[in-house]
């Protein structure tokens, strides 16, 4: 293979991308590591990232875990999981990016690892790791620093995946669950800020904190969208409401499925953001966006049956995170931490986190169902390792 011919015409190809791009998008020029990576003269930087993401054991645990609704997708298949999620903002970001110029394949890759850090059971589960995290003093736990801890610290035994500083941003700077109107990047950002955003957020600080880059805010924005009407179809289908229930006024402006939800979403974000340095919804989009936020709270994520999960979920957690540190400390080889994750990890890895932090990483991995055998690996008599 001519080597010098494929890589002239990788740059012309480059060159020829670039033209395309808004004055505002982050160009493949701009993609920088912490360690130097050889280029394959075939993919761009954030290319190379999207596809190390989509092959990590972490992006196929999506699959088995919860959105929402805790335990269902051990009997209803349909209803959303954490890949089909990841999935939805991917190409909600992807369209949104395709009309303001933006760069896809940066895009795609933040929206592919934005979740990669969460535990099982969704939220339910992230709230009860948090609660154990901070009774053995290493911090509350964030599904967004997990992410970026999983693809620095985690991923290929330890050894990270080594992915862009943009893409790393992106992925700690999504935040689905805060209500912003407008997205301004903040294009100043370092490593360090990043470290302090860390640092603040496992004490319990509030933090300002906005995406690097304009794709980081569209991704951003995307998760919003993705989850709100679709948590709303998932809650229908599990019989939690009824599609009358959504608030008259929401349902005339935003729609009443979830196809419609996205639709005036994502065309009030692409005609307020064009030729912009900002991610924007215009005022009475994002008034009505947040009252139906505030219904999905009241009528799905505080729902009785939802609490009953999350009793369940913390009660079994906390049985399950002590047996780990337990297993750990005695040195209990046949456990599922050693056979399963610390026997997988490298000698940096090994020296660097402490036993609960290791225990935390062990239990963000796993999926519902792998959660569920452990369980009864623990608590059933007559159960062996």
Request: net charge neutral; hydrophobic share 35%.
């Amino acid at each position: 293979m001519n080597k010098k011919k494929f890589e002239e015409l990788f740059e012309k190809n480059i060159a020829r991308i670039s033209k395309m791009y808004s004055e505002y998008a982050c160009s493949n020029e701009k993609a920088y590591r912490l360690k130097q990576d050889d280029n394959c003269y075939l993919r761009t930087d954030f290319a190379i990232d999207r596809d190390r993401i989509l092959h990590s054991g972490a992006y196929r645990r999506y699959q088995g875990k919860t959105q929402v609704f805790s335990f269902t997708n051990m009997f209803d298949e349909e209803t959303s999981n954490r890949s089909l999620h990841t999935t939805y903002v991917s190409q909600i970001a992807r369209t949104i990016a395709n009309m303001l110029g933006l760069n896809l394949e940066l895009v795609e890759a933040i929206a592919l690892g934005h979740d990669l850090g969460h535990p099982p059971f969704g939220h339910d589960g992230e709230m009860a790791l948090s609660k154990k995290c901070i009774a053995h003093n290493i911090g509350e736990f964030h599904h967004n620093i997990q992410s970026l801890h999983v693809v620095d610290h985690i991923s290929r035994k330890g050894y990270g995946l080594n992915l862009t500083f943009q893409v790393r941003d992106g992925i700690i700077s999504h935040d689905g669950e805060v209500h912003n109107r407008i997205l301004k990047p903040n294009r100043h950002k370092t490593e360090k800020d990043i470290q302090n955003y860390i640092a603040q957020k496992k004490i319990g600080k509030k933090v300002e904190w906005m995406p690097a880059t304009l794709e980081g805010c569209v991704v951003r924005i995307s998760d919003t969208i993705a989850y709100i009407g679709q948590d709303i179809e998932d809650a229908i289908r599990l019989d939690i409401l009824k599609r009358a229930d959504i608030p008259a006024d929401c349902r005339n402006y935003l729609g009443e499925t979830n196809s419609q939800i996205i639709d005036t979403l994502v065309k009030s974000v692409i005609l307020n953001s064009y030729e912009k340095d900002e991610i924007a919804f215009d005022e009475e989009t994002s008034h009505y966006l947040l009252k139906l936020k505030k219904f999905n709270y009241a009528r799905i994520y505080t729902n009785k049956n939802v609490k009953k999960a999350r009793k369940k979920i913390e009660r079994s957690l906390d049985v399950l995170f002590d047996e780990y540190l337990e297993d750990i400390i005695e040195q209990e080889r046949s456990s599922h931490i050693f056979a399963h994750f610390l026997k997988r990890k490298n000698e940096k890895y090994l020296i660097s986190y402490s036993n609960p932090e290791k225990v935390r990483d062990f239990i963000a991995t796993m999926t519902d169902r792998y959660y569920n055998e452990e369980v009864k690996r623990y608590l059933l008599p007559g159960s062996f390792y």
